[in-house]
């Protein structure tokens, strides 16, 4: 079994801003996500990293850097966990787009599967079908070993909520918090066994 670690990457100034939907666009961390990033990175010190890995946005990179420095580990990206395209509704908060145009949240919120997230962004059998191409490669490139994966809110939602059965139109059930972890262990065909998750203990210093 290949054990994962994946988290939410560090608060960025649109996290902390209303929570403006954030996908493609290309953030730093904030000085707050910069140092949520420490936090976690001292509290998976003792973890047995093998490998690294991180969506190829910087607000992701970053934080996966600054906890793979204290494990010796360069840090690899990958364009299949990067966050959501949220089409029309990036750079917006959900007030400000559902005032406009309520009924692409409505839809969405009824069938992810298929409606598309801001109209013209993907729909979430299509970030699950990219998770789900991840992380088998990464099952077989890593048998028994502890890998480190930082990625993004919702990306890690759709993906948890589609391996474990549920409904895509629940993956917002599931949270999130900026560096929150989640653990669990992936077998050679694929199947996710949850042991915890968004983990937040390190964030007790805010």
């Known amino acids: 079994m290949t054990r994962v670690y994946l988290l939410r990457h560090g608060e960025t100034e649109w996290n902390h801003d209303g929570n403006r939907y954030c996908g493609r666009t290309d953030l730093n961390l904030s000085a ?6 420490e936090w976690v990175s001292e509290y998976l010190q003792g973890v047995p990293f093998t490998a690294a890995y ?6 992701a990179r970053a934080t996966a850097e600054i906890i793979a420095r204290h494990h010796d580990l360069p840090v690899r990206s990958d364009e299949r966990i990067v966050e959501v395209d949220f089409g029309e509704w990036e750079g917006k908060t959900r007030p400000e ?3 406009t145009d309520p009924e692409s949240w409505e839809m969405w919120c009824q069938n992810p599967a298929v409606f598309r997230a801001g109209r013209t962004g993907e729909t979430a059998c299509e970030v699950l079908e990219r998770g789900r191409s991840f992380f ?25 909520a589609g391996m474990l059965g549920m409904p895509l139109s629940n993956y917002r059930r599931l949270s999130q918090d900026n560096t929150g972890m989640n653990i669990f262990e992936l077998s050679p065909d694929h199947e996710l066994i949850l042991i915890q998750m968004n983990i937040n203990q390190h964030l007790v210093h805010e």
């Open 136 to 160: 088998a490669e990464l099952a077989q490139k890593h048998p028994d070993d502890t890998v480190l994966v930082v990625a993004h809110s919702s990306f890690n939602r759709i993906y948890l």
């Open 54 to 59: 991180a969506s190829t946005l910087k607000r």
């Open 97 to 99: 787009f559902t005032k």
């Open 32 to 37: 707050t996500g910069k140092r949520q990033a």
